[in-house]
C-alpha cells in the first residue's frame, strides 16, 4: 500500500451512520439537562412572582388597616359627593369589590377640622375599588373642611392638577372580601353592629403558562362613629 493510500485511509472522516448516531447520543445527553434548567429557572421566577404577590396583597392590607385604625368606621356607601362614581353611588359590597372607609379630615397641621354645626370633625372618605384586574384607591375630601390636606382623586383619564389620579395599589389583584363581625363575635351585615372586620385579598397573574395566586387575610377592631 502506498504511502499518499495510507494517508487516505489514516484522515477517513465520520460516516453519516456514525453522525447520526454520535448526535442522537448527544441529543438523548443534552436533552434532559436543557429540560431541568428550563424548569429550574421557571420555577425560580414563579417562586419570584409568588412572592412579588405576597408582597403586594401585605401592602394592600396594611394599607388598608392603617386607615381603618386611625378612621371613622366604614360606611355603606359614600356621603361625600364623587362625580366620577358608578350612577348609583358607591356601595359597600363584596360583589362590587368597593369598600368605603370614613377618616376625619385633617389640616396641615394634622389638626381636625372640626364641623361648627355637629362639634365633630368633618369626614373625608376612602374608596377601594376594583376594575378588572387592577385594584385602585380613591380618596373623596370634604368640600366643606376648610384647610383640608388631602384631595379628591380622579380616574387617570380625567385626572388634572386640582384632581390627581387615583392610586393604583396593583395590577396583579383578583379579589378583596370583607366580613364584618358585632361585638359577640357573629358576623352581621348591620355596619352599626360591626366592631371588627376581616379583610381577604387574593391576587393572581401568569407566568410560564402557569397561574399563580397568592392569598392574604387579616381581621382588625374598628369603630364606626359615622
Request: a negative charge; proline letters at 4%; one cysteine or more.
Amino acid at each position: 500500500m502506498s504511502a499518499n493510500t495510507k494517508r487516505c485511509a489514516s484522515e477517513r472522516g465520520f460516516t453519516l451512520p456514525e453522525i447520526v448516531v454520535t448526535v442522537t447520543l448527544v441529543g438523548l445527553l443534552i436533552g434532559p439537562v436543557i429540560v431541568g434548567t428550563f424548569f429550574f429557572y421557571s420555577s425560580m421566577i414563579v417562586s419570584g412572582q409568588q412572592t412579588q404577590l405576597a408582597v403586594e396583597s401585605q401592602s394592600i392590607l396594611h394599607a388598608t388597616v392603617e386607615e381603618l385604625r386611625v378612621g371613622s368606621g366604614v360606611r355603606d356607601t359614600n356621603l361625600v359627593a364623587d362625580a366620577y362614581a358608578p350612577p348609583e353611588g358607591w356601595n359597600t359590597s363584596n360583589d362590587n369589590l368597593v369598600l368605603i372607609i370614613a377618616t376625619p379630615a385633617l389640616n396641615n397641621a394634622n389638626d381636625f377640622i372640626i364641623n361648627p354645626l355637629t362639634g365633630e370633625p368633618y369626614q373625608n372618605e376612602i374608596i377601594y375599588y376594583a376594575s378588572e384586574n387592577t385594584l385602585y384607591k380613591r380618596y373623596l375630601a370634604h368640600p366643606d373642611a376648610v384647610g383640608n390636606k388631602r384631595r379628591t382623586t380622579c380616574p387617570a383619564a380625567n385626572a388634572s392638577s386640582t384632581c390627581p389620579a387615583d392610586v393604583v395599589l396593583s395590577e396583579n389583584f383578583k379579589t378583596m372580601n370583607f366580613v364584618f363581625y358585632d361585638q359577640d363575635n357573629i358576623e352581621t351585615s348591620d355596619l352599626n353592629l360591626a366592631r371588627s372586620i376581616k379583610l381577604l385579598v387574593s391576587m393572581e397573574r401568569r407566568d410560564f403558562g402557569r397561574t399563580i395566586n397568592y392569598d392574604n387575610n387579616i381581621r382588625i377592631t374598628i369603630r364606626n362613629s359615622t
